[in-house]
């Protein structure tokens, strides 16, 4: 699984801590999550897809290549 969720966080201009605010969890579960981790629940990924304007499968699954 690809993981772009500091990619988006940071073209948000988001903290870790702002992030994880904004999706109910601790600044630590975003710092896991981008370092894989962590593999967050479906509910986790729709909250950072939703939060990050963007859709899961450009979160996590997107062709490094593109």
């Excluded at 500091?6 to 896991?32: C, F, H, M, P, W």
């Excluded at 962590?38 to 939703?50: F, R, T």
Aim: charge should be negative; aromatic fraction near 8%.
């Amino acid at each position: 699984m690809v993981n772009h969720v500091r990619e988006y966080r940071k073209a948000q201009k988001l903290s870790q801590l702002a992030l994880a605010d904004a999706i109910g969890v601790a600044r630590q579960t975003i710092n896991l999550i981008e370092n894989d981790k962590y593999n967050p629940s479906l509910d986790l990924c729709l909250k950072l897809a939703w939060a990050l304007h963007t859709d899961l499968n450009t979160l996590f699954w997107r062709d490094e290549d593109e």
